[in-house]
């Protein structure tokens, strides 16, 4: 099977724009994941089909749970990123605790925000679950405020779950 990556502009200053970029995505991501089961070769490729593909992204990867207590970092785009983090700290380890995603229009406002990187400005985390549990999360960030809200949530969770099928 070939997989192209669509070489197309996206806004998101409307629902509908949006919608029609998950839509897209999750074209894309169906035809990249089709027939293959490795879990590091499927996350990389999402990290970097959402990070090419959505505009104003600074970051896109996942954290795994490694222990009940920690997640670690896993296949991801953009700088070098903080590799461990303690449930229940920053976005990432909030969102194992709470279960859903967690979008944060400015992350200055957050307590107890992880700086991996300076220019982070907003940012949406989605929680990841193999077979009922949560596994980890998978994690974007943008230099814009703002930039996230609940139809980027429900759009990314769309995409999470066509990765999770891939595990299951």
Not at 27 to 50: C, K, P, R
Not at 59 to 67: D, I, K, Q, S, V
Not at 72 to 98: E, N, Y
Not at 117 to 124: G, H
Request: contains cysteine; charged residues 25%.
């Amino acid at each position: 099977m070939t997989f192209h990556l669509a070489d197309t502009a996206y806004r998101y200053d409307t629902p509908e724009a949006k919608e029609t970029m998950y839509a897209d995505l999750r074209s894309q991501l169906e035809g990249l994941v089709h027939g293959e089961t490795d879990w590091i070769a499927n996350t990389a490729n999402f990290s970097s089909l959402v990070f090419n593909t959505m505009p104003d992204l600074n970051w896109a990867g996942f954290y795994f749970l490694h222990t009940p207590e920690e997640l670690v970092l896993g296949p991801f785009q953009g700088k070098p990123a903080c590799i461990r983090i303690k449930r229940g700290r920053g976005v990432c380890g909030s969102t194992v605790d709470k279960g859903e995603a967690i979008v944060v229009p400015d992350v200055h406002a957050f307590p107890g925000h992880i700086a991996c990187d300076v220019n982070s400005r907003s940012e949406l985390v989605v929680p990841v679950f193999v077979n009922g549990a949560i596994a980890g999360v998978f994690d974007l960030d943008s230099p814009l405020p703002n930039r996230f809200d609940d139809v980027d949530a429900r759009g990314i969770e769309s995409l999470v779950r066509i990765l999770e099928r891939t595990r299951a």
